[in-house]
């Protein structure tokens, strides 16, 4: 099965029996056959008619609308979807269930961090990032035998603060300075990058979960809370490095990003301003509209992020075949 993404803006989608087309203007950018979807992702500035929302709807086929940052502003689902039954299978999870499941999380985070440092090391000689690979290996590992939340936590944060310690050492703009991760506020640059691309995939995830079926209110690792979907922030852990870290590396060195030009201080803190985050985003959908293969053919790299909402369903359904995390080599 496949998930049509539109990324294209100001495209329109019709049906020709059952033929999904793509159009811009005159011109067919795609075809698909209905019966192969399993979703629609629609982002930004794109048309659907009638007749293609009614026979998703008869399918089955959930058709989201995102902004083009990737926040989900709605779905069209069946009136027989929703999230309850598997929302009960979600909150009946054990509490060993739930902590085998979050050690995995942190582990998986830790070793594609680790990796991804690795391959700058390869481009690099530094004691700082040497430093850095032993101690996140190290941290995985505990990480995988904690007892508690709490100490899983604790291992996570550890490994967070070793890693962007050498993260500077992957940065080879003199213009973008890097001492140390800030959020709230972003106190530079960098971390103005940081947060906005955990921000559109975070908000992508969200809208993967819905698609799915899961609550987002019940997740493993983060707790939630009324203004918080914790599942969100549990699977985008695996993919912080790979995803967005890898690409803020990229769009610097590559000099792609003004440390000028593209960012405004405000409020205390900074971020991106217009220009950055049209340099930002169209980098991020460049990466993300990349085709992989994947298990059903060849896929854009959005897809690896629904192979991991599905599976995260899978093992919902069925406790007994943990969580396997998203890992790059």
Known sequence: MQTLYISEQNCYL?????????????????????PLLEQILIFGRSQITTQV???CLWRDIPIAYLSRMGYCYGRIL???????????????????????????????????????????????????????????DYLAEQAAQADNLERLMGFEGAGAAQYFSAFSECLTNPDFVFSGRSRRPPGNPVNAMLSFGYQVLWNHL????????????????????????????????????????????????????DAEADFEFKNGGCYLNDSGRKKYLRGFLQRMTEEIQTNDGKQPKWDILTQQVRTFKQFVYNPSHHYQTYRID
Request: proline fraction near 3%; charge should be positive; include cysteine.
């Open 78 to 136: 069946p009136i027989s979807r929703g999230y309850r039954q598997l929302s009960r299978y979600q909150q009946q999870l054990s509490p060993i269930d739930r902590l085998i499941t979050a050690r995995a999380i942190v582990k998986g985070k830790l070793k594609n961090s680790r990796v991804l440092l690795r391959r700058q090391k390869k481009k690099k000689e530094s004691d700082i990032l040497e430093k850095a690979l032993q101690s996140l």
């Open 14 to 34: 019709c049906l020709q029996k059952e033929t999904l087309l793509v159009k811009q203007g005159d011109t067919v950018y795609t075809e698909v056959q209905l």
């Open 206 to 257: 969200l809208a993967l979960i819905e698609i799915q079926g899961l609550d987002p209110y019940y997740a493993c690792l983060h707790q939630a809370n009324d203004g918080h979907a914790a599942l969100a922030s549990d699977l985008i852990e695996e993919f912080r490095a790979p995803l967005v870290d890898s690409l803020v590396m990229w769009l610097i060195n590559r000099k792609i990003m």
């Open 53 to 55: 929302i009614r026979e």
